[in-house]
T-cell receptor, first 115, second 114 residues
Framework: DGGITQSPKYLFRKEGQNVTLSCEQN?????MYWYRQDPGQGLRLIYY???????QKGDIAEGYSVSREKKESFPLTVTSAQKNPTAFYLC??????????????FGDGTRLSIL | QKEVEQNSGPLSVPEGAIASLNCTYS??????FFWYRQYSGKSPELIMF????GDKEDGRFTAQLNKASQYVSLLIRDSQPSDSATYLC??????????????FGTGTRLTIIP
């Protein structure tokens, strides 16, 4: 089945540790996105990428890093510089068409907590 | 800061009635509008999208768009208990030509009362 796979489902981070969240899609979508959701809040954009080897900062990029070496994969690293990393992290992807903005489809998410 | 605003609710609607969810946005250049449903603890699921002024119907769901008033709504007819969820409104924001991103509202929590 085509879809977006995020792993792990739950992740725990120790102080001073970097952790990497995986996002893989087999939908042949051009664009991929990372969002953060805090309890009772909407989604906030961390990073997005519209093409391999290129990505842009979203609204809350500080303390995070990404790479886009393959079209199918867009891993997110939560660095030790992110002081409040506890949240629900969502990866999304979409087709790019220049005549209309296409819907984004989401993976099942990763819950990150501090130990 | 380009914003998308929704009433956080909770909005309680009797089973079988029409649920009306509203969203306003600040960026007059926005062209695409999306409604997502999010069950507690789960990821958002696309329900509807609309690009043109007027109504767009899909089963029990109708999206309504009024660009002049910067207003988009979602109507759910014959509400079912399974419709109980948080509904997120998302609006595209053009960063540069051909480079767009979505801005999400904080969501409206809907409860359908049996």
């Amino acid at each position: 089945d085509g879809g977006i796979t995020q792993s792990p489902k739950y992740l725990f981070r120790k102080e001073g540790q970097n952790v990497t969240l995986s996002c893989e899609q087999n939908l042949n979508h051009d664009a991929m996105y990372w969002y953060r959701q805090d309890p009772g809040q909407g989604l906030r954009l961390i990073y997005y990428s519209q093409i391999v080897n290129d990505f842009q900062k979203g609204d809350i990029a500080e303390g995070y890093s990404v790479s886009r070496e393959k079209k199918e994969s867009f891993p997110l690293t939560v660095t030790s510089a992110q002081k409040n990393p506890t949240a629900f992290y969502l990866c999304a992807s979409s087709i790019i068409r220049f005549d209309s903005n296409q819907p984004q489809h989401f993976g099942d998410g990763t819950r990150l907590s501090i130990l | 800061q380009k914003e998308v605003e929704q009433n956080s609710g909770p909005l309680s609607v009797p089973e079988g009635a029409i649920a009306s969810l509203n969203c306003t946005y600040s960026d007059r250049g926005s062209q695409s509008f999306f409604w997502y449903r999010q069950y507690s603890g789960k990821s958002p699921e696309l329900i509807m999208f609309i690009y043109s002024n007027g109504d767009k119907e899909d089963g029990r769901f109708t999206a309504q768009l009024n660009k002049a008033s910067q207003y988009v709504s979602l109507l759910i007819r014959d509400s079912q208990p399974s419709d109980s969820a948080t509904y997120l409104c998302a609006v595209n924001t053009q960063v540069t030509f051909g480079n767009e991103k979505l801005t999400f509202g904080t969501g409206t929590r809907l409860t359908i009362i049996p």
